[in-house]
């Protein structure tokens, strides 16, 4: 319960005037403190202590319908603690003493001589103090209330003694132990429930704590009925106020279930021994039942063991009352306790009242199963209705301890059998590594199997490729091949599923063998089975699984050295055929060596796609090679073989050749491996077949996104174009279309003319127009040059440039501006710029960008590319970067530059010189005099002042020798 805040006065008194001014006076004291209401009804005041509307109850004493002591009775009646105020004219002893026998919280008169302000005041002091005490009280009265649930759920004994061992305070488990009720308690001391033997040592603990210690001893406790029970005392000093000792509190802990463990340990460890010791199955059993004392005193306890053949639970060892009672058994497939605790290999306990199996457990009021593993089970007969922790604990040690024997005994058995199976299998090794013929592995391995399986029944099938059927080729029995549809669906299982299948309750579908009730499959690999099978049910356990696969191991590896001599043949007659893919390869090596050479002479379109088809038709392989164009029909415009007339066809028919096309879209070859089934050639199969063409393939020629046409070749034979030969084609493709954009570029040079492209941009999110939008200024960049990662750009802008710096300083992507020289009114400014997408959309295409105009509402890009550049294909790639970019002129323009210079720069000059040759030149460094020295140009590049001047001089050098020749 939480104080409400301002508290709530209730005032109750059949005058409503003085009602009126007591709340008023109560009100001014308070200063918003306190939240006061009225009511004339001492009804209304039981309505708000159940309600909880109310704080405390100021009450008149003398009121017609209800006098303020019968109030107070009724509030009393709800809460024995409310605060409850009276207020009486009247002030005699007798009232007071009526008030004070009914628990009134306090007493105020108020017709004294005091004003009604003092009694307000005064009223507030006693409401307010009694508000906050009755509040105290309540939760100091939740915390002793919580903490007497939390001791009395302890286990423990918690108390508190005086000095002297009188007890002060104890826990209901200090009841329960002894037997004494509360009342014999208090009149105890430690002396009297502690036995006379041990009070030696009782106070000499005493005497310890008295001094300060903290002990802990142990003491039997004696209890009313005479006996006593092990206790584990701690106790420690409580101190005063003044420092000195002025009791004793502690814990006592019953050491009964302890001690029980302790005695149980010790004979669980004698048994572990035995356990350890025991060499067969019988002395197990005889530990386990000797031991079954120290888990229940008095038990009437049971081994079962499983006997396999009769797949029951047999008793092998039991207590003398259960042993007297006769032998009984339980059948696995029952539905009894120790099957179910059996099979599931948990715990269980049950009444004796709800085991219904017939049998009679004389004294045993309850029956607790615990499982042995997958040996059987062990029961024990308890005269309790429910074994207490500590008999499950020890239960379950035991019979863990029993399983692990058990296990070794069964592990021991089965390695001795194991070894007699491996000098079988040994004494086998030699014969299945001389066995040079599938059969005759069959046949070892039918042998071995008797050998060393208890098994009437075995056979080996082999897989039979031709038909999809194993066929049995050694073995028992006159057996049919097995397939999908037909019976022995066992071995067809373990076949397919590449996997050993055990059946231990087969039907005649499943059965290899018509008798046979159960069956073990192992796959010999991809080359058949084995199976082994026997009449009766449950017949083969996990040692003759274990010894199955160890021979089904050696003979899939005899059958596995078997399959790899036959491959070894057949690897022969493949290396032949390779050797002579080898040498076709090496033709076509030096077909390719003729072509490129031919290609490096080559100085037209013209020669360079008639020295590819004629030196590709050289090669006895291909019949037929083309190289043309899509515009949008095909247009041929070189060939070489065998088909001027199957090219005049494949025009007529197929002008559009969706095979090319889908080449030159795809950018990828499309390959027909056989011309006589692959739809794709459907209408020209008759022509073509005609002529001897088997296979084809069609090659894009692409290089840097610029299309020049396909080459398509035929070939005599189907497949002709896989592997690696169609690789060594696509190489050949990419160089040819190297070759002729050389050339272009060379004719381009030679004739002295280009394209150039204006482009229009809008919203541009680049640095510069960044830059430019940031200064409100407008930027001319007439130089772009590489520089490192980003790139070297020269801006001129009207005027002074102050503001470009100052925005340029604020930029991420904008770095190391610097003014390079200044007019009265132009500034040329030099910054590297990283990540600007108009740059690379230009650059990224190979062209040649002469002017960046970048304003703050946008600008323009005017770049140079070659004649021959598919405008539309190059503006869509522009707009993958800049979706504004729109085309707004195109001018064909004479190159002057290009007909003096016969080679382009970048192909006579490294990247850093041409990059120094450009920042010269915008600079003003060839000017007189010069703008900026070489040192001032070198620090814009980001190099020494000597590697500036070594780099301009190799590049002038170049363009000279270009131009003038070289000097002799």
């Given at each position: 319960m939480l104080v409400s805040d301002p508290y709530r006065l209730l005032l109750v008194d059949d005058d409503p005037a003085?009602?009126?001014?007591?709340?008023?006076?109560?009100?001014?004291?308070?200063?918003?403190?306190?939240?006061?209401?009225t009511t004339t009804d001492p009804t209304d005041a039981l309505a708000a202590v159940e309600d909880e509307t109310a704080d405390c109850i100021v009450?008149?004493?003398?009121?017609?319908?209800?006098?303020?002591?019968?109030?107070?009775?009724?509030?009393?009646?709800?809460?024995?603690?409310?605060?409850f105020v009276l207020l009486t004219a009247e002030g005699s002893e007798r009232v007071a003493?009526?008030?004070?026998?009914?628990?009134?919280?306090?007493?105020l008169r108020k017709d004294g001589s005091d004003s009604i302000r003092a009694l307000a005041e005064h009223l507030l002091d006693t409401a307010s103090d009694a508000i906050r005490r009755y509040h105290r009280d309540a939760v100091l009265d939740e915390y002793l209330s919580f903490v007497d649930t939390v001791l009395g759920a302890l286990d423990d004994v918690i108390y508190v003694s005086s000095p002297d061992g009188t007890p002060l305070y104890w826990s209901d488990e200090l009841r329960d132990v002894t037997g004494y009720d509360d009342a014999d308690l208090s009149e105890l001391t430690a002396a009297d429930v502690v036995p006379p033997t041990h009070h030696d040592a009782l106070e000499a603990t005493i005497a310890a704590v008295l001094d300060g210690e903290s002990v802990t001893v142990r003491l039997p406790l004696e209890r009313d009925d005479g006996g006593t029970t092990p206790f584990e005392f701690s106790a420690a000093p409580l101190y005063g106020d003044d420092g000195d000792v002025v009791g004793i509190a502690g814990i006592g802990r019953d050491l009964t279930e302890r001690e029980r463990y302790e005695r149980a340990f010790e004979g669980l460890q004698h048994t572990a021994t035995r356990l350890l010791e025991a060499d067969d199955r019988t002395a197990v059993v005889d530990a386990v039942a000797d031991t079954v004392e120290y888990v229940v005193p008095v038990s009437h306890s049971v081994v079962y063991l499983v006997e396999e053949a009769t797949e029951r639970l047999v008793p092998a060892a039991a207590t003398a009352d259960i042993a007297d009672s006769g032998p009984f058994h339980y059948d696995?497939?029952?539905?009894?306790?120790?099957?179910?605790?059996?099979?599931?290999?948990?715990?269980?306990?049950?009444?004796?009242a709800d085991i219904d199996d017939g049998r009679e457990r004389g004294l045993a009021d309850a029956a607790l199963y615990v499982p042995l593993g997958s040996h059987g089970v062990l029961v024990f007969g308890l005269e309790e209705h429910s074994a207490p922790a500590r008999v499950w604990t020890l239960a379950d040690i035991l019979a863990t301890n029993a399983t692990a024997a058990l296990d070794r005994i069964e592990r021991t058995a089965a390695l001795r059998d194991r070894e007699r199976a491996l000098a079988i299998l040994h004494a086998r090794s030699d014969d299945f590594s001389r066995a040079?013929?599938?059969?005759?592995?069959?046949?070892?391995?039918v042998e071995a199997a008797h050998d060393v399986l208890d098994a009437p029944r075995i056979a080996v099938y082999r897989w039979d490729d031709a038909d999809g059927r194993l066929r049995p080729v050694a073995g028992d029995g006159d057996l049919p091949p097995v397939d999908a549809s037909g019976g022995g669906r066992l071995v067809w299982d373990a076949f397919v599923d590449q996997r050993t299948v055990v059946e231990h309750d087969l039907d005649a579908e499943h059965a290899p063998w018509p008798d046979a009730r159960s069956a073990m499959a192992y796959p010999l690999g991809d080359h058949g089975v084995f199976v082994a099978g026997a009449p009766d049910r449950s017949?083969?356990?996990?040692?003759?699984?274990?010894?199955?696969?160890?021979l089904v191991t050696n003979a899939t590896s005899a059958l596995e050295r078997a399959a790899r001599?036959?491959?070894?043949?057949?690897t022969e007659v493949q290396l032949r055929e390779r050797n002579r893919d080898l040498q076709r390869l090496n033709r076509l090596n030096r077909v390719i060596r003729d072509i490129m050479g031919a290609l490096v002479q080559a100085d037209s379109r013209g020669s360079v796609l008639r020295a590819v088809c004629e030196n590709l038709a050289t090669d006895d392989r291909y019949a037929l090679a083309w190289i043309g164009t899509l515009d949008p029909d095909i247009d041929v415009a070189a060939w070489a073989g065998e088909g001027e007339s199957f090219l005049d066809y494949v025009i007529e028919r197929d002008a559009e050749h969706s095979r090319a096309r889908r080449a030159v879209e795809s950018g990828e070859p499309v390959v027909v491996e056989d011309v006589l089934r692959d739809p794709t050639v459907a209408d020209l199969r008759r022509e073509a077949m005609a002529r001897g063409f088997r296979s084809a393939i069609t090659l894009p020629l692409r290089y840097n996104d610029t299309d020049y046409g396909v080459l398509e070749l035929y070939a005599g034979v189907p497949d002709a174009f896989v592997g690696e030969e169609r690789d060594v084609l696509v190489e050949l493709a990419a160089h040819i279309a190297n070759a002729l954009d050389t050339v272009e570029r060379s004719e381009t040079l030679l004739s002295g003319g280009s394209l150039e492209l204006e482009f229009d941009l809008d919203d541009v999110d680049d640095p510069l127009f960044a830059l430019a939008r940031r200064a409100d200024r407008t930027l001319d960049v007439d130089a772009v040059a590489p520089h490192d990662d980003a790139w070297l750009v020269y801006a001129t802008v009207d005027g002074g440039a102050d503001d470009v710096l100052a925005a340029a300083e604020q930029s991420v992507t904008v770095t190391d501006a610097d003014v390079v020289r200044s007019a009265s009114d132009t500034t040329l400014l030099a910054f590297v710029v990283s990540n600007t997408p108009v740059v690379e959309a230009f650059a990224d295409r190979a062209a040649t960008i002469r002017h960046i105009h970048a304003?703050?509402?946008?600008?323009?890009?005017?770049?140079?590319?070659?004649p021959s550049t598919d405008v539309r294909a190059f503006a869509d790639g522009v707009r993958t970067y800049l979706p504004s970019a729109d085309l707004s002129r195109r001018t064909a323009t004479p190159d002057t530059a290009a007909s003096s210079v016969r080679h382009d720069l970048g192909e006579m000059l490294t990247d850093r010189q041409l990059q120094t040759l450009r920042a010269a030149h915008a600079n003003g460094y060839f000017e007189w005099p010069r703008q900026r020295t070489g040192e001032e140009v070198a620090s814009d590049l980001g190099v020494s002042g000597p590697t500036f001047h070594q780099h301009l001089r190799k590049a002038l050098a170049a363009v000279l020798d270009d131009v003038l020749g070289t000097p002799s």
């Open positions: 003085f009602l009126d001014l007591l709340q008023t006076h109560l009100e001014r004291a308070a200063d918003d403190g306190v939240d006061v209401s009450s008149d004493y003398s009121m017609p319908e209800r006098t303020g002591l019968e109030l107070l009775a009724a509030v009393r009646a709800r809460d024995e603690r409310f605060p003493s009526d008030a004070i026998d009914a628990s009134v919280t306090s007493y696995l497939t029952e539905d009894t306790p120790a099957v179910r605790v059996y099979h599931s290999g948990t715990p269980e306990q049950y009444a004796v040079s013929d599938p059969d005759e592995v069959a046949d070892i391995t017949s083969f356990g996990e040692r003759d699984a274990a010894v199955a696969d160890l001599e036959a491959d070894l043949r057949e304003t703050p509402d946008g600008g323009s890009v005017t770049a140079v590319v070659r």
